[in-house]
T-cell receptor
């Protein structure tokens, strides 16, 4: 039973560039959420995708955008990268319709901005 | 301000000792989740609590949600080096939402 997989594991970019992170949800899950975790902090919710639509969004600027594909996998895109975007980006998956169920997390993508 | 406050921020214990980590909210916790994270890695789900007064145990870890559903505790009995890591509480504070808010985490070190 495949868990949540994310790619790449590490990424180094420079300010102003754009980046795309990828996530495949756990088998059987159809909802994907993205979180940003800065060093020494807890994860912060970016947005959630279900049925290829953004369903909820946290307090992040429009530079952060996403996409969900028909196979439920998802991408997180960040434009005009800032030094403050350096963080661990976590993807979590769940099954829609099951209230208060645990989200399953991937190992994350470590993004470093120079 | 942080919506979920965890205490302590860090904890160093000797192997075999018991310990407790707390997670407090000013809002009702509709679903409370405990996760463990190794440095720089993903979150491993430990336990989920929903009802006031609920208590769950798995191996040597027990989690409780108080009656008012605004505070949770995680208790580890007879700690082992394998318990070391960062413990995070996450919660649905909106009711029926999958948007989780997290505390900053508690870093646990267990010395052999």
């Amino acid at each position: 039973d495949a868990g949540v997989t994310q790619s790449p594991t590490h990424l180094i970019k420079t300010r102003g560039q754009q980046v795309t992170l990828r996530c495949s949800p756990k088998s059987g899950h159809d909802t994907v959420s993205w979180y940003q975790q800065a060093l020494g902090q807890g994860p912060q919710f970016i947005f959630q995708y279900y049925e290829e639509e953004e369903r909820q969004r946290g307090n992040f600027p429009d530079r952060f955008s996403g996409h969900q594909f028909p196979n439920y996998s998802s991408e997180l895109n960040v434009n005009a990268l800032l030094l403050g975007d350096s963080a661990l980006y976590l993807c979590a998956s769940s099954l829609a319709g099951w209230i208060n169920q645990p989200q399953h997390f991937g190992d994350g993508t470590r993004l470093s901005i120079l | 301000s942080q919506e979920l406050e965890q205490s302590p921020q860090s904890l160093i214990v000797q192997e075999g000792k018991n310990l407790t980590i707390n997670c407090t909210s000013s809002k009702t916790l509709y679903g409370l989740y405990w996760y463990k994270q190794k440095y720089g890695e993903g979150l491993i789900f430990l336990m989920m609590l929903q009802k006031g007064g609920e208590e769950k145990s798995h191996e040597k870890i027990t989690a409780k949600l108080d009656e008012k559903k605004q505070q949770s505790s995680l208790h580890i009995t007879a700690s082992q080096p394998s318990h070391a890591g960062i413990y995070l509480c996450g919660a649905d504070i909106q009711g029926g939402s999958e948007k989780l808010v997290f505390g900053k985490g508690t870093k646990l070190t267990v010395n052999p």
